[in-house]
């Protein structure tokens, strides 16, 4: 999941605060890795792109990442996954 940034959120950064939006995009991008390569330098050589949307608003979000089977106890911090980046 990754947040749009708009021109108040970079206005916001340069002042040294994040700006609340209920009506935020956000990219998502469901990727598959080859297993083996996951722990070296290269681990994103095979990805695979399984799908990806832009949703609008936490509404959108929650149905989107339902309707792809993933529930919002599934989602751990990086530090306790696989995930290279």
Do not use: C, N
């Amino acid at each position: 999941m990754t947040p749009v940034v708009t021109p108040g959120d970079a206005q916001a950064g340069r002042e040294g605060w994040k700006r609340a939006d209920r009506a935020r995009t956000i990219r998502l991008q469901h990727w598959e890795y080859d297993a083996e390569g996951i722990g070296g330098l290269d681990y994103d050589v095979g990805a695979v792109l399984v799908r990806s949307a832009s949703v609008v608003g936490e509404g959108e979000l929650a149905a989107t990442l339902e309707a792809w089977g993933l529930h919002a106890g599934r989602f751990r911090y990086p530090w306790e996954t696989d995930d290279p980046r």
